[in-house]
């Protein structure tokens, strides 16, 4: 937990891959420039402390929630996110509706101020609170049933998120084929889960996996399907179109489905995407439905800027500048399919999804 | 598309066949070859309403939907004597409301097995009315409800035959030579067809199927089934009879221009500006349309109010007023009489200039509202509600649709950006002056064509704003597309299948956009999506004067078109609207936020669905 208090301190840094480092201890030089001045006793999260501050009275942070849920490796961020609005929810005071979604409300904004470049973070909150004040029993009873029934609404969200992964592994257990060749890029967890099962299953395939500089993650992946026995290549970034004549799908995950059908995904993304279309390979994205965002960018520069310091290993003269986003956006027409929850999709089904939960 | 194709009568969708299923005798008449499936002379009833037909046509339009049910429940009656087969046949008279003069239809099944006649949908307005004068003048005013009652007609039958039968020998002489009026339409709105408004096609249809109600039961399947087999109802220009009985009707007289072009054969072109002076000496003879309505339609068709919202708004104030100064007449029923009144307003204002889609849409709404007013309220309680129906759908979907429109443009305006737009778009003038407002720091350049040079005034009055603009014109959009950042672009309408129809050479701008990577928005109120799917740009436009193109205003030393009407191998081609395909849509901003060109049928679906709860 400590490592994360600094990175508020530097708030340029997206907190979310402070706490990947942090998850997935690949020593880099920052990370022990970090542990280093972790040694001072820190402040606690700006946010979280004006947060408890407030909620001194009502003995309960979701901030504190959220940090305990998040404290497992494997737990995604967003469903953290909403099992913290669920505690919210039950470990609630209120008395009236209106005062119930009012603390709510103020809940998730916490939540979101505490990474305001996690697009997943912020988009499961606002699905949660749409889902979950959705239902028009909240017209009718009485507050504690109402309370109840939301609490119940909290839970089956909370349940099917965290399934979320597995469903979507069973999906597109389909798509991998005997004898196929995948490249991954970035290392998401959803989809590791799906190589895993595919695995399981015992199918024969491959994986190239992108060496992802600067998180490394291809180094972490590969690690991790070695160990499954699984034949694993590494390629340095700069040889995906070399090798992109071997491959027979790309498959990504996603850090965020917006609303066009494109994702926000790990830099190195939309390149990829771009050979793949160029060469006629199918780009498929595992993501989980609570992903799917109200941005609509119409270029790289419209999104909000996620930044992550790249190391080079060898200290850079101060007059160079380093492009330093570390993410990027791929539009729709670049992507296949997306393995979801609500199913197999294609990239224009997003916009419809959101517009009747919105609407 | 081929020469003029020869006249279409035999293979006329439209034709309806209906009666005792003899296949017609195409050499019934000596007259008129354009149509051989023309009414029988021994056909009485077409006598007697052939006879009447003619006065019909003076009237103003406005008048049938007055007389239509007299006339209705007059002819069918008397015109079948004893001799006849018992059988009744039915003159449908159908029409709604707005067209005028007259078509003859009759249907009647025949007992010698003489050629059956086509059923057409007639307003045969006060044909009948001096035929049945104590009857009909309190029936008159039924607008479209064209009930036929049974029983009255049968027992009316019994009482004035006598009297009818020697008329109807009389008319059968005079059909025999009046073969060319007696033209069987598939329906006489087609007048009322002409740019696919989504009003028509409901309209068309409750015609045709009050039509088949009408008929006896036995020309019922045969109705339905030539009705499923009937085209979308779109009146096809390229029909010369059609266009003539059109005509007839209709109260604005245009002349067809000359050398027109081939390929829009189906779109109707007149000659512009011969009719204005016209109209306006007419302005206080025409009671049965609405002050305000002839106002609005004389403003349509000497080019005063152009623009989407801007017609539809005056449009929709337009009807305000005429309902505010409608009265019930008596015997009728207010929903039905006043939508027969408002679709005789919307066919005189298709007349002065064919209706914008959006408008059509407007028009539904207003029509669903009449037909959902609950019974017991008084007149006074139903005109107030309507008129506040209107003030609403005004005011949420026009006015704080482009609010919201708005403030969702703006967040896509960074600073540094230049920013393109095509033509003389409402909203997306808002946006631009409401980012300046915010004080993003941007460019604009505008871009615009002849003839119209619509942006002109947006330049003028953004540049009274203070921004930043640049003006060209349209062939330079290649050359300044590098330097752009985001293209704004209006919207006519956004169709079902992603494809946005606005003014002529928005797709080219957006074709030119795409090439450069250039992200292109459009911004579209919701209430101008359509379930429709065009492909093209040619199947359903408008055509303007094609005067204006060969004249440049300024330099009168550019006249070598000035004759170009006498050539007779050069037509003018002065095209209003165009369809841009999907592909080179990036967003659509609409009220409902920001979607992809993929998910306007998901809109258009919801919105369909939320219009029923209002």
Redesign the interface.
């Known amino acids: 937990m400590e490592t994360e208090a600094p990175s508020m301190e530097n708030p340029k840094i997206s907190a979310y891959y402070q706490t990947r480092l942090a998850h997935f201890g690949v020593v880099s030089t920052e990370w022990l420039a970090q542990a280093q001045s972790a040694t001072n006793p820190n402040p606690p999260l700006p946010s979280s402390s004006t947060n408890s501050h407030t909620d001194k009275d009502t003995n309960f942070s979701v901030i504190d929630e959220f940090n305990r849920w998040r404290n497992h490796p494997d737990l995604a961020e967003a469903v953290a996110a909403i099992r913290a609005l669920a505690a919210v929810i039950s470990a609630s005071k209120a008395s009236t509706m209106m005062q119930l979604e009012i603390e709510l409300k103020n809940a998730s904004d916490t939540l979101k101020a505490w990474d305001t470049t996690s697009i997943s973070l912020t988009a499961a909150s606002d699905l949660f609170m749409r889902y979950v004040t959705r239902t028009s029993a909240l017209e009718f009873e009485d507050f504690n049933s109402a309370k109840a029934r939301l609490i119940e609404r909290a839970d089956k969200f909370g349940e099917i998120s965290y399934k979320a992964r597995k469903i979507i592994g069973m999906l597109s257990q389909d798509f991998i084929f005997d004898g196929c060749t995948i490249l991954v890029h970035g290392f998401s967890r959803v989809v590791f889960e799906v190589l895993k099962l595919a695995a399981h299953n015992k199918k024969r395939f491959r994986v190239f996996c992108t060496e992802g500089r600067p998180d490394r993650t291809g180094l972490r992946l590969s690690n991790d399907l070695a160990k499954l026995d699984v034949p694993v290549k590494l390629v340095i970034d700069s040889a995906v179109a070399y090798t992109m004549d071997e491959v027979d799908m790309v498959l990504v995950g996603a850090d965020g489905v917006v609303e066009s059908g494109g994702i926000i995904n790990m830099m190195g993304t939309y390149q990829i995407a771009l050979v793949a279309k160029s060469m006629n390979k199918p780009v498929y994205v595992a993501a989980e439905s609570y992903k799917f965002a109200r941005h609509y960018p119409l270029d790289q520069k419209d999104l909000a800027p996620a930044l992550r310091p790249v190391d080079f290993g060898v200290p850079i003269p101060s007059k160079v500048e380093v492009e330093c986003s570390a993410r990027d956006y791929t539009p729709p027409q670049y992507l296949t399919l997306l393995f979801t929850d609500l199913g197999v999709l294609t990239p224009s089904v997003v916009s419809d999804e959101l517009i009747q939960l919105y609407l | 598309m081929d020469a003029r194709r020869p006249p279409r009568a035999v293979i006329d969708p439209k034709v309806r066949t209906v009666g005792f299923f003899t296949p017609p005798d195409p050499i019934q008449f000596d007259s008129n070859s354009l149509s051989p499936v023309m009414i029988p002379p021994p056909c009485h009833s077409s006598e007697n309403l052939d006879l009447h037909s003619p006065p019909s046509v003076t009237p103003p339009s406005g008048d049938e939907s007055v007389s239509v049910t007299g006339s209705y429940n007059g002819s069918s009656s008397e015109l079948f004597p004893a001799p006849m087969s018992p059988a009744l046949s039915q003159k449908i008279v159908a029409g709604d409301g707005g067209v005028g003069g007259g078509i003859v239809a009759s249907s009647f099944p025949r007992g010698g097995g003489v050629p059956v006649c086509k059923l057409t949908t007639v307003s045969v307005v006060n044909t009948d009315s001096f035929a049945f004068d104590e009857r009909d003048k309190p029936n008159k005013g039924g607008g479209s409800s064209m009930e036929v009652k049974d029983q009255a007609m049968n027992s009316k039958q019994k009482n004035e035959k006598s009297s009818k039968a020697e008329r109807r020998a009389l008319q059968e002489a005079q059909r025999a030579a009046k073969a060319e009026g007696n033209k069987a339409t598939g329906t006489v709105t087609s007048g009322n067809l002409k740019s696919a408004k989504a009003t028509k096609p409901p309209q068309k249809v409750d015609n045709t199927s009050v039509a088949a109600s009408e008929k006896k039961g036995v020309d019922r399947p045969s109705e339905k089934d030539r009705k499923k087999d009937v085209p979308h109802p779109r009146m096809q220009y390229d029909d010369k009879s059609r266009v003539e009985k059109a005509k007839r009707r209709a109260v604005v007289n245009h002349t067809e221009s000359r050398n027109r072009v081939e390929l829009f054969r189906h779109l109707p072109q007149y000659e512009h500006g011969s009719q204005l002076p016209d109209l306006e000496a007419k302005f206080f003879q025409l009671e049965p349309v609405h002050p305000s309505v002839y106002k609005v339609g004389l403003q349509y068709l000497s080019g005063d109010i152009s623009g989407g919202n801007a017609r539809c708004i005056a449009m929709l104030q337009a009807f305000q007023d005429a309902i505010k100064d409608y009265t019930v007449p008596p015997e009728k029923t207010l929903v039905r009489d006043l939508t027969a009144k408002i679709s005789s307003y919307v066919s005189f204002l298709i007349e002065c200039r064919p209706l914008s889609i959006s408008m059509g849409n407007a028009i539904r709404f207003l029509k669903s509202q009449i037909a959902k007013l609950p019974l017991t309220l008084s007149e006074s309680e139903s005109k107030t509600s309507l008129q506040s129906d209107i003030e609403r759908f005004i005011y949420e979907k026009i006015i704080l649709a482009d609010k919201v429109i708005v403030e969702h443009a703006v967040t896509?305006i960074?600073d540094g950006d230049v920013l393109l737009t095509y033509g003389s778009s409402s909203a997306v003038e808002m946006i631009l002056l409401r980012a300046h407002e915010l004080g993003k720091q941007f460019q604009v350049v505008v871009v615009d064509s002849r003839p119209s040079l619509k942006g002109k005034l947006l330049l003028r009055r953004l540049v009274e704003k203070g921004l930043t603009c640049t003006y060209t014109h349209i062939n330079a959009v290649s050359f300044i597309m590098h330097e752009v950042t985001?293209v704004f672009l209006g919207a006519s309408s956004v169709l079902s299948n992603g494809t946005v129809y606005s003014g002529v050479g928005t797709a080219s701008v957006a074709m030119v956009a795409h090439a450069f990577h250039v992200?292109v928005?459009v911004c579209c109120e919701a209430f101008k999506f359509h379930e429709r799917v065009q492909l093209d740009s040619i199947c359903s436009n408008e055509l303007g004067d094609p005067d204006v193109i060969s004249k440049v205003s300024g330099r009168g030393d550019v006249n070598h078109l000035d004759a170009w009407a006498n050539a007779e191998n050069l037509q003018l081609l002065n095209l209003i609207y165009d369809a841009t395909p999907s592909d080179y849509v990036?967003?659509i901003v609409t009220d409902?936020?920001?979607?992809?060109p993929?998910?306007v049928p998901?809109?258009v679906r919801?919105y369909s669905r939320e219009q029923v709860w209002i």
Do not use: D, L, Q, W
């Open positions: 896509k960074r985001r992200p928005i990036s967003i409902y936020g920001m979607i992809p993929t998910s998901v809109v919801e």
